[in-house]
């Protein structure tokens, strides 16, 4: 048996060290996000959307944080939905679809979410993708819920400081990957690659991303997010968070 079937803990450990050597601070927005949900949900389990979810980062904490919840993991990486299955079991929905198409909506397994949440994803998405994908979440929103979106969103007014915050973001990252407390983007996908399970995974994958990664990387301010939540007609847009060049914004429909 692979060392995933049994450990897909492993796997999620692994995932999010190698994350954390990009956003150290990751772990905090994902507080912010599930602070949000709390506020609106009032000690109900909530009903979530995982964006981009990967691994299932965001669901697997909402989990524990909110026992009886109801996730849901849409993502197009064969090899992360895996993880994620295995580390779901019968506890969420995974779900295969493309963002970049419209009808993602149609392959949810319900909708009325209390919240959307989706993390380091969307600036894979080219600008007008992601302004219409903005109004479809919209959509799958109920009443009052929100969708919250951390990503890269530097500050237009702080551009010196934002290169020194990325510069001293990439030594840190070295230091880590050196010492060996994280395992770089690529040696991750390596380390996949040679893992009996994620083998085949690996291989369809490559259909996915051809490049094997990503090539997009749109990162526009907080602001333009705002705008962007405003016009798809969510009623509040705002900042929820901010850490360095990173920020979550969040859309009360
Ligand atoms: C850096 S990972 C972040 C994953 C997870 N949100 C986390 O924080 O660990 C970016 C994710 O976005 C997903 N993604 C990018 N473009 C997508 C698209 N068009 N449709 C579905 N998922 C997409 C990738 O497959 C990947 O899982």
């Known amino acids: 048996m692979s060392a995933y079937l049994s450990r897909p803990d492993m796997w999620q450990t692994s995932w999010d060290r190698q994350q954390e050597a990009f956003m150290p601070d990751r772990e905090e927005r994902f507080a912010a996000m599930l602070r949000g949900v709390a506020a609106i949900t009032r000690g109900a389990p909530p009903c979530l959307l995982d964006l981009a979810g990967g691994t299932g980062t965001i669901a697997l904490r909402a989990l524990a944080r909110f026992p009886g919840a109801e996730v849901t993991v849409l993502d ?4 992360l939905l895996a993880i994620a299955s295995a580390s779901l079991r019968d506890r969420g929905t995974v779900v295969d679809a493309d963002l970049g198409d419209p009808s993602w909506r149609s392959k949810l397994p319900v ?3 209390d919240a959307v949440l989706t993390a380091t994803a969307l600036h894979w998405l080219p600008a007008d993708r992601v302004a219409a994908l903005y109004g479809e979440v919209r959509e799958v929103l109920r009443s009052g819920g929100i ?17 020194r915050l990325r510069a001293h973001a990439r030594e840190q990252r070295e230091i880590a990957y050196a ?7 690529g040696d991750w996908w390596r380390h996949a690659a040679a893992d009996e399970f994620l083998r085949p995974k690996v291989v369809e994958r490559q259909n996915v991303y051809p490049d094997a990664g990503h090539t997009q990387e749109w990162t526009p301010p907080a602001i333009w997010h705002v705008d ?11 900042v929820l968070w901010r850490g360095g060049t990173d920020a979550a914004v969040v859309g009360v429909r």
């Open 76 to 79: 197009q990486d064969p090899v």
């Open 111 to 113: 909708e009325g979410f």
């Open 147 to 163: 969708f919250v979106n951390a990503d890269h969103m530097p500050e237009e007014s702080l551009p010196s400081f934002s290169e």
């Open 179 to 185: 010492s060996g407390a994280a395992t770089s983007w």
């Open 228 to 238: 962007a939540l405003r016009s798809a007609g969510f009623a509040e847009a705002g």
